[in-house]
């Protein structure tokens, strides 16, 4: 087992080393704009999981994933010569859903906002049922 701290760091070589080099390695138009946004290693330095995203639709995620499936062997003999390390870790791509997760929030808290103004639009008018001020106060008993 390795430390966490040189874990990490054998991480972010990867995530560096694949985000360099992906377009030279993966010399295919239909590979898109991807985006390495993290590198995970386990403590074993056996398995590196790589998480990324691409610009585009679903049709173009899918091409950029089997692409990414296809070559995986071929980005593996980068990493192995760029980490100068006794094993090469074995490469697994996830695609990263935190940007469709961020554009999912980006729309319920506009929808939100949209909603406080509205209400207080309607509301703006309004006055209390009982007065502005319906409680007795020390000063209104003595008079």
């Known amino acids: 087992m390795a430390d966490p701290a040189r874990a990490r760091k054998i991480a972010d070589r990867i995530r ?8 030279a390695v993966v010399k295919d138009p239909d590979l898109g704009m991807v985006t390495i946004t993290d590198t995970r290693v386990t403590p074993d330095l056996q398995q590196a999981t790589v998480f990324w995203t691409v610009l585009g639709d679903e049709d173009q995620r899918e091409k ?3 692409l990414l499936q296809r070559h995986r062997g071929k980005l593996r003999t980068l990493i192995g010569k760029g980490l100068g390390i006794r094993l090469t870790p074995s490469l697994e ?10 554009a999912h929030l980006e729309d319920v808290l506009r929808r939100a906002k949209e909603e406080d103004e ?20 020390p000063a209104d008993e003595e008079q």
């Open 16 to 23: 560096d080393l694949l985000a360099e080099n992906l377009a």
């Open 64 to 66: 950029s994933a089997e």
């Open 93 to 102: 791509f996830v695609h990263d859903a935190l940007p469709e997760d961020a």
């Open 118 to 137: 509205r209400r207080a639009a309607e509301n703006a008018g309004a006055q209390y049922a009982a007065g502005e001020d319906p409680y007795k106060k």
